[in-house]
């Protein structure tokens, strides 16, 4: 184990060195952000102090900040997962239901805020999928956790710049606890101090925390395909496993008893050593039945093995930026106006000193006795008209029509290199008068960072995948999910692992996740359904354009208000039912009015051929019925 670790530090380190370029830069992009960087890089001689030393501006324009914070998004892409057969189309449908579950009870809002800074920032920043078995309720054991990771934290292999899975491994960087490394390992660390502060923060002087640790987790592909992990403090290991995926179980060395409590550090029973056991499969000896219907068979005395799933991917993943060849994070927003920011700072400055440097200049002759002191009616005594004619009064208004002017151009410059337009800040834009312009302007913005929200979508679809593979590998018991039907109407469900087993032809059962027989992705009709504000603007304005119907029709109007019940529009669902029991009334009283109209007619055709027939009234509505409360005609026999 020693030689393992030794080895493994020697890798951190060797690409660590080799990552520092990327490091140093981080520091200085958030910074800039921050806006905390207000030495101005010389563009003139004059930019430099006599002693050489740049210059430092006192009033700084952040334009970095605003820029990034104008590409900030709150959307939170939706899951969609398509089934490769269409006999997995129900399971397919069950997935989403569970990942727009998983979505709810996770802090996806607080991770999306992270990330839609972090990542234009730096050029992409990293998710970290994993399993807490220490995450129990009464009922289940085990969720799914989901983290953002800094690029700082992360030391990627040295020579991959494509995705996380091409690598043989990544190693991590986590800021923890000497209490909480001691209550999830078991192991004492309280000699180890923090070695690589800077990972809390952004500069490199961080003062080490006086209870913190720096925890090293290194993630490697082994030689079967698997994934292990090794994890240390310092000098102490707290992991080592070659297969960190597969099965474990906890049994004692003394009496084989299992051990399920994570927390047990000795068999509660003869007091042995717990040691972790790998377990290939699982024995089901009952007939299993899923809410979904899928059925596994079981019998006393032959039990039926089941393959334990394992997971295959890296819990580690990164979402990008914009794509470079070349670099792993992509390209960073502010590396690409970094310049404009700092001619930005240069011009507010020159702007300042003009300003201050403006006002009204007084020309005397160099006599003492002549002042210019704010006294009224005071007396100047001059002896010659030549005296007389060197007073002068000179105003310095500071003319600033060409500075303004460039650094409008310059903050334009910013902008277009990012693809931002006044309509996609929200700003007042000149150029698009009418409504509709307005939002073809900030079409167009959205068509240019297209590809910053494309990316985005692949990582949330790498997180979906992670996910559903963590749920079948590791989640035994049922998980209850609600979800909505064709009427939004609440619909409970549940997830079951063994709802994804299959028996091949042979008789052998597998999991069909090992057969790749789901596409995961994004749902981009998400956002505008999840709108609902916009969606019943746009089904108002197809209600006013005949899309429903013609607008004075009942009918017309009982499906759009049956529409927007669909879309949960505050008092849809009393509207619509008013308007059917409206319906309901015009229909009966049509059908009363035809039959009366028949009767009215068969009446007057009796009587001129002669015919008697038996008189007869309409019967009335019974006492305490619920039906229909129009008052229904009596109609007798014989002439109308």
Not at 262 to 285: I, M, N, Y
Not at 402 to 410: D, G
Not at 474 to 486: G, M
Request: glycine content about 8%; overall charge negative.
């Amino acid at each position: 184990m020693e030689k393992n670790l030794e080895y493994w530090k020697e890798w951190v380190r060797r690409n660590e060195t080799a990552y520092g370029e990327e490091l140093d830069k981080m520091d200085r992009r958030e910074a800039l952000y921050r806006g905390e960087v207000r030495e101005i890089a010389p563009l003139t001689e004059k930019d430099l102090r006599r002693d050489g030393s740049r210059r430092e501006t006192a009033h700084l324009r952040n334009i970095v900040a605003e820029n990034i914070e104008s590409e900030v998004s709150s959307v939170i892409p939706q899951p969609k997962v398509t089934a490769r057969r269409k006999e997995d189309e129900g399971r397919a449908k069950l997935l989403e239901d569970m990942l727009r579950n998983e979505l709810n009870r996770l802090p996806m809002e607080e991770l999306n805020d992270l990330l839609e800074r972090m990542v234009p920032i730096q050029g992409g920043a990293f998710w970290l999928v994993e399993w807490d078995n220490a995450s129990r309720t009464h009922s289940t054991v085990g969720d799914v956790t989901v983290s953002v990771l800094h690029p700082r934290q992360v030391i990627p292999q040295d020579g991959v710049f494509g995705r996380v899975e091409d690598m043989d491994a990544v190693a991590l960087k986590l800021p923890q606890t000497r209490e909480s490394i001691r209550r999830m390992y078991g192991r004492d660390v309280s000699e180890a101090g923090e070695t690589d502060p800077e990972i809390r923060g952004s500069e490199r002087d961080t003062v080490p925390a006086e209870d913190l640790v720096t925890q090293y987790v290194v993630y490697y592909r082994g030689e079967g395909g698997g994934i292990g992990k090794i994890s240390w403090v310092g000098d102490t290991v707290l992991e080592d496993l070659e297969d960190y995926t597969a099965r474990r179980v906890r049994r004692c060395a003394e009496c084989g008893r299992t051990e399920t409590d994570p927390k047990a550090s000795a068999c509660p029973v003869c007091g042995g050593r717990l040691a972790g056991q790998t377990v290939e499969q699982e024995e089901v000896d009952r007939p299993v039945a899923t809410a979904a219907g899928n059925r596994i068979p079981g019998e006393e005395g032959a039990p039926i093995r089941l393959p334990y799933y394992r997971p295959t991917l890296f819990p580690v993943f990164l979402q990008r930026n914009v794509s470079l060849f070349g670099r792993l994070l992509g390209e960073s927003d502010v590396d690409k106006i970094e310049d404009q920011q700092n001619t930005v700072s240069r011009l507010e400055t020159k702007i300042i000193d003009r300003l201050i440097k403006a006002g009204t200049r007084v020309t005397l002759p160099d006599r003492a006795d002549l002042r210019t002191d704010p006294e009224d009616a005071e007396r100047w005594y001059i002896g010659s008209p030549a005296d007389k004619a060197m007073i002068g009064l000179y105003d310095f208004s500071g003319n600033l029509q060409y500075e303004m002017a460039y650094l409008n151009q310059v903050y334009e410059e910013a902008r277009q290199i990012l693809g931002i337009t006044d309509s996609f800040q929200g700003r007042r834009d000149a150029t698009a008068q009418s409504g509709v312009a307005k939002q073809f302007a900030a079409a167009q913005a959205a068509g240019r960072l297209e590809s910053r929200r494309v990316l985005k979508e692949a990582a949330y679809a790498e997180l979906f995948k992670r996910i559903v593979q963590l749920k079948v590998a590791y989640a035994d018991e049922p998980r209850p999910i609600v979800a909505e039907d064709d009427r939004g109407n609440a619909k409970y469900e549940e997830f079951d692992r063994y709802d994804f087993y299959e028996r091949d032809a042979a008789g052998t059962w597998h999991c069909i996740l090992d057969d790749d027989r789901f596409l995961f992705s994004c749902d981009t009709s998400a956002p505008l359904a999840g709108d609902r504000q916009r969606m019943w603007q746009e089904a108002g304005e197809m209600f006013r354009a005949g899309a429903f119907g013609p607008p004075g029709d009942l009918r017309t109007l009982l499906l759009y208000w049956t529409k927007l019940e669909l879309l949960h529009y505050p008092g849809a669902q009393d509207t619509r039912e008013y308007l059917e029991s409206l319906r309901q009334e015009q229909e009966l009283s049509q059908i009363l009015g035809e039959m009366e109209v028949r009767a009215r007619e068969d009446a007057r055709r009796d009587a001129l051929s002669g015919v008697q027939r038996p008189r007869f009234a309409w019967p009335a509505k019974k006492a305490g019925s619920q039906g229909n409360s129009a008052k229904i005609p009596e109609t007798r026999g014989g002439a109308g």
